[in-house]
């Protein structure tokens, strides 16, 4: 039977399993004897483990597993110094029709179609021409829509899932909604234009296949610099847009990473940039720990184990839900 991680960590050691996991690290390493073994990482959507192929046939080639391949392995669980590390008795490369994909990439919670259709709802709500019309060319565009409703917002920390943009978008596009009905001051078109906006860049930075991976460009440029092209394009296409609005948008975008160390080459300066600096850090932030929740624990409750980058475990007693109940 294929198993998730998750459900390998609570089997006594000796009990067999086996699964298709991802290659996400491999090392020829030597036993005393001179013989070669494998140390391997393996994943899939719900966590990681190390494994050895301890004594592989005498004539295996050891160099033909590469990070990101799909195996299949069989062995049996074994612990070392406290941490799951079993011995694989078989490991051989899966073919494609073997393992269903959804078994290492996740996909939203929320019914994509929905949630465009409020995306376009807030599209739709803002009044000022020329940041309609900014928008609409991206949102009415069905070519922009087919990569942007499948793209991931993260690789590892939030959203990490097809469908994980849209999903974060809507959300930074509620808080900040929220926001512009508090702060009167704020200029709700342009704060939620900013929002519907701020992370297109990752349709080009993130390709998604069994692994969320980074593109070149993405890891050239970042989502930042790309955004601010695409909506800088668009923004040369049509007529008489305010230079200034440009200006201000751009702000937006380029510094709502909030700080230099996380990315943004500019600190939010204007009360529409810092709106939407907080906003996205909100939602990534509680959904970070929402995915982290889930991955661990699954549907048990209690801790989790130490989040690696927010550094600390997580307590949940509570039960999942991802839609209003209506
Ligand atoms: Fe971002
Ligand atoms: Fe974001």
Redesign the pocket.
Same mark, same amino acid.
Do not use: G, M, Q
């Given at each position: 039977m294929d198993l998730f991680v998750r459900d390998i960590y609570p089997l006594p050691p000796g009990a067999p399993f086996e699964g298709y996991f991802v290659v996400e690290h491999v090392e020829i390493r030597k036993h005393r004897t001179g013989e070669p073994f494998l140390r391997l990482i393996l994943s899939d959507k719900t966590g990681t483990f190390t494994a050895l192929w301890w004594k592989p046939p005498k004539d295996a080639d050891l160099t033909i597993f590469k990070k990101g391949d799909v195996v299949f392995v069989s062995g049996h669980v074994e612990y070392f110094q406290g941490n799951l590390q079993p011995k694989l008795n078989v490991i051989r490369h899966a073919e494609r029709e073997e393992f269903d994909p959804e078994k290492f990439i996740t996909k939203t919670r929320f019914p994509i179609d929905e949630q465009f259709l409020k995306l376009l709802e807030f599209v739709e709500s803002v009044q000022n021409p020329p940041l309609r019309t900014l928008l609409e060319s991206f949102f009415y565009d069905d070519n922009f829509v087919e990569k942007f409703n499948k793209a991931p917002?993260g690789k590892t920390i939030h959203h990490a899932s097809i469908g994980g943009l849209l999903e974060?978008?809507l959300g930074?596009a509620e808080i900040c909604e929220t926001i512009a009905k508090r702060f009167k001051s704020i200029d709700r078109d342009l704060l939620l234009t900013a929002a519907l906006l &701020?992370?297109i860049g990752?349709v080009e930075e993130y390709a998604v296949d069994i692994a969320i991976t980074r593109t070149d460009k993405g890891i050239l440029l970042g989502h930042l610099y790309i955004g601010c092209e695409m909506i800088a394009t668009k923004i040369r296409e049509i007529p008489n847009f305010p230079e200034e609005l440009k200006t201000k948008l751009i702000h937006c975008i380029l510094s &709502?990473h909030g700080e230099y160390e996380h990315g943004s080459p500019k600190k939010p300066k204007t009360l529409e940039a810092v709106a939407l600096a907080y906003a996205?850090a909100l939602?990534?932030r509680v959904k970070g720990f929402e995915e982290h929740i889930e991955r661990e624990l699954g549907d048990k409750k209690g801790w989790t184990r130490r989040h690696f980058a927010f550094e600390v475990p997580i307590f949940f007693d509570g039960e999942f839900k991802y839609e209003e109940e209506e």
């Open positions: 917002a974060h978008t930074v &701020h992370d990752k &709502h996205d939602d990534s």
